[in-house]
């Protein structure tokens, strides 16, 4: 298990977190939380604030295929893939690879690119309805921290389960008390978050061997 940067590529977001931190109320997060089209596509204060595909994901999806030596026949599951962007882009920079997503959003679901359909299945990352080994990498990037401790912790067995440690999961964390108060007024769906030490401990409890990395809030 080692810590690796994949999303590197990816464009900063800038973060209005004093703006989300004065409108956030319970309302808002129930709402965000049922993953549909306000979270996705709804005003900012909910989400994502309108989340289009504009091909950002392609060289972290390069970096991917570097990192699991992926090649064309290979099968690839992105858990947590939303409206399936990354899968995309899998496919597109490595022609042949077999790469297909889980969400547990309906609307996103619904709003892949024409490319994927039925490549993305409807479900969640603590019952992955996969057989073991069943993929040569599993990828799971910003989707594990919504879950409460327990069901993270089944979510990371089953990602080594169908992996067998080929696979790589990015979630919320902070390296300071300053950083988790940004990331508390910030962040809507997250159930569980910790500092590294913590989620260390939860991948050890998960029996978890693959690769990880962090999302701080800044």
């Not at 910003?142 to 327990?150: C, D, E, S, V, W």
Request: glycine share 8%; net charge negative; charged share 25%.
């Amino acid at each position: 298990m080692i810590k690796v940067e994949l999303l590197r590529a990816l464009p900063k977001i800038t973060r209005n977190i004093k703006q989300r931190a004065a409108v956030k109320e319970p309302s808002i997060v129930a709402l965000a939380r049922q993953y549909g089209e306000m979270y996705w596509d709804g005003p900012r204060e909910y989400g994502y604030g309108g989340y289009r595909y504009d091909g950002r994901w392609r060289p972290v999806a390069r970096d991917i295929i570097d990192h699991f030596r992926l090649e064309s026949g290979m099968r690839v599951l992105d858990v947590g893939c939303g409206k399936g962007f990354l899968v995309k882009d899998l496919m597109l920079e490595c022609p042949g690879l077999e790469a297909f997503g889980l969400d547990i959003s309906h609307y996103a679901l619904l709003s892949c690119p024409k490319e994927i359909v039925g490549r993305l299945h409807l479900g969640s990352a603590d019952s992955l309805p996969f057989p073991d080994r069943s993929f040569d990498a599993v990828l799971s990037i910003n989707t594990i921290h919504n879950l409460a401790r327990p069901d993270a912790v089944t979510a990371m067995r089953e990602i080594e389960r169908l992996s067998g440690g080929r696979a790589f999961v990015q979630v919320d964390s902070y390296l300071s008390p300053e950083q988790k108060e940004m990331f508390e007024s910030w962040a809507l769906t997250a159930q569980f978050h910790d500092y590294p030490e913590g989620w260390l401990k939860l991948f050890a409890e998960a029996g978890y061997s693959g690769d990880y990395d962090w999302t701080v809030v800044a």
